[in-house]
């Protein structure tokens, strides 16, 4: 009896496969999201899309049209947008590829950002497949984030066929989008022929050219070298817009040919100074070997317009050297702040014993921020850190250094790298990061993007209790203030995705307003991303700053001009006028950007980890 109870217990168990869930089917699982608002389980869109059949097709577009607008506040990415994430895995299947192409056209034709965009992106993920639609969205898009994305996408097939149009479609909508990168629209670009494109480039720029694309086209230009090239730059010469002058005239300069003399002079009398500033000095390199020009440069050192007195400053060095220091030593007096610094540099490059003796001489004259440019210049020329004490060069100069040759300008600069490498090893936390601080002329330029809540430290687990950037951001630009002295000149910069500042203008620290500071420091309401390019054109628009502090800890994003190249170009470029000092402090990793900044304005650069 027992045997036979046993038989009949195992054949009545249920056999393996029975034992095994029985899959959902695609319109369950689209149930399923559905019922949960696509918020419990958003792992399921993907799923579903995985299944790779019609039905499961037809089910995820019935998610995407039944979903909620939007997810919850917290949602990064609301239920929508992952739906519609999901369409790239038909994508290895002709005929479903083809119809969810359909729906993401759809998808991206509509003026709301949170189906149009990742829409788009998900089309990316076709390939070439998608060309042809991305096609049609480039100029056809409801956003123009969402034409953005298609010209980034269509690169590729741009590089393909370098026609007018396509240069004309990609100049006019490319945009810079999280994950573009500019080696590739700057290698798209260069696969235009020239013919093809200077006369696409010469229409775009009559327009109104956007600063990173104009970067991107005079870096193409520059490589070009046919005749047809020359006599365009000339042409851009005479366009409306300072920014395309200066670019043209930079390529110019640097060709150095003289042809375009004529053209150089007429903008000599410009009314945007920076294009009469470089004007003037293009026309005196052109000029120089003329026996007439040095008369010219001597009434130009006396020109009521300071503009004039600064490029005389600027190109005196061009002279022979008693001439040259004639001229230096009158404008080492001029009352305005940027005549008497770029006058500072060109004794350095003249490089002579009597510079060095009418530099000591400006130390004990200047004040402040100048006084720090004439202490830079002496450093550069005779490779000494004395510091800002006169008495102590003017003893150096006397016992040992009018005795010795000056260091080469190579020299000086391995120096002064051993000597920075020496200072990062034991780098101790004086005002504002170890930055100098003789200004009282000061603009603080700090970032408050959503990066900045990250731990300062190298090791980039979070921490509970972990210092983050903000937090050294906080307590270095709190404890620099509590320190400057009354009557200092001063106001504060922070940028996220948007740029708030203290005060329109400097404005005098007194016991009130320093507190009204620190309380800005401490929430200045910007986050997101790094306008980095919007902060500083309004610290450079600044009148009477001669000093900025920058701090950053990333790279730009989300402002008018997010190209490095392009930010440095158009820094450089105000600079050259305004001749600023800027100090730079990159938090958490290296910054070429930062480190060219404060190089090519004579100021430092820290990098701070810890």
């Not at 123009?144 to 909508?173: C, D, I, M, Q, Y």
């Not at 696409?200 to 694309?213: I, T």
């Not at 005479?238 to 903008?267: C, F, T």
């Not at 540099?345 to 009597?354: D, G, H, K, N, Y």
């Amino acid at each position: 009896m027992l045997p036979l109870l046993v038989l009949l217990l195992v054949f009545s168990l249920p056999s393996t496969a029975e034992l095994e869930p029985v899959p959902d089917t695609p319109k369950q699982i689209a149930d399923d999201i559905l019922d949960k608002k696509g918020r419990e389980k958003p792992y399921r869109c993907k799923e579903l899309a995985k299944v790779g059949t019609k039905s499961a097709l037809k089910q995820l577009i019935r998610v995407c049209e039944e979903l909620p607008e939007h997810g919850s506040v917290s949602d990064r990415n609301p239920p929508i947008e992952r739906a519609i994430e999901a369409f790239v895995h038909f994508r290895g299947d002709d005929e479903l590829a083809e119809k969810a192409l359909s729906y993401l056209v759809k998808c991206a034709e509509s003026d709301k950002p949170y189906r149009s965009e990742p829409a788009l992106e998900t089309m990316v993920e076709f390939g070439a497949r998608a060309e042809k639609v991305l096609y049609e969205l480039v100029e056809n898009a409801a956003t123009e984030k969402g034409r953005a994305l298609a010209a980034e996408a269509l690169l590729p097939f741009f590089a393909r066929h370098a026609t007018s149009k396509n240069l004309n479609l990609l100049l006019v909508h490319h945009r810079k989008t999280k994950g573009s990168k500019e080696a590739d629209l700057r290698e798209c670009l260069s696969g235009f022929p020239e013919d093809v494109a200077l006369p696409v480039f010469g229409k775009y720029l009559k327009s109104d050219p956007r600063g990173d694309m104009l970067g991107h086209i005079f870096a193409v230009i520059e490589k070009y070298r046919s005749a047809d090239t020359g006599a365009y730059l000339k042409k851009w010469l005479k366009y409306p817009m300072p920014q395309v002058q200066l670019a043209a005239l930079s390529i110019l300069e640097a060709r150095g040919n003289g042809q375009h003399l004529k053209a150089v002079q007429r903008l000599a009398k410009s009314k945007d100074p920076m294009v009469r500033y470089r004007a003037l000095c293009e026309v005196a390199r052109l000029r120089f070997d003329d026996p007439a020009w040095e008369k010219v440069l001597a009434k130009m050192s006396r020109s009521s317009d300071h503009v004039q007195r600064q490029a005389a400053a600027r190109t005196a060095g061009l002279l022979p050297w008693s001439k040259a220091l004639e001229i230096a030593r009158a404008l080492c007096t001029d009352d305005h702040p940027a005549v008497r610094t770029q006058t500072y540099q060109t004794l350095v490059t003249l490089r002579r014993p009597a510079c060095v003796e009418l530099l000591i001489q400006r130390l004990g004259e200047e004040r402040e921020g100048l006084q720090y440019r004439a202490l830079v210049s002496l450093q550069n020329l005779t490779g000494q850190t004395l510091g800002p004490s006169q008495d102590r060069w003017q003893q150096w100069w006397s016992e040992a250094g009018s005795k010795e040759p000056l260091p080469s300008a190579a020299r000086v600069a391995r120096l002064d790298k051993e000597r920075t490498e020496r200072r990062m090893e034991h780098m101790t936390r004086g005002a504002f990061f170890d930055l100098p601080m003789y200004s009282r002329r000061v603009i603080f330029v700090v970032d408050g993007s959503g990066s900045m809540s990250i731990a300062l430290s190298r090791n980039k687990k979070k921490r509970p209790g972990a210092r983050s950037r903000e937090d050294a951001a906080t307590d270095q630009l709190i404890q620099t203030l509590k320190v400057l002295p009354d009557a200092t000149l001063l106001n504060l910069v922070f940028f996220g995705t948007k740029v708030a500042t203290w005060k329109e203008g400097l404005t005098r620290l007194t016991s009130d307003s320093r507190d009204e500071a620190i309380e800005f420091i401490q929430s200045p309401g910007v986050a997101g991303f790094t306008a980095l390019y919007d902060a500083l054109e309004i610290a450079f628009a600044t009148e009477g700053v001669d000093t900025i502090y920058l701090l950053t800890d990333g790279s730009p994003h989300g402002g008018r001009i997010d190209s490095k190249e392009a930010i440095r170009a158009r820094v450089e470029a105000w600079n050259e006028l305004a001749q600023i000092t800027i100090h730079c402090v990159s938090l958490g990793r290296d910054s070429s950007l930062l480190r060219a900044l404060s190089e090519s304005s004579g100021g430092d650069y820290r990098v701070v980890n810890e």
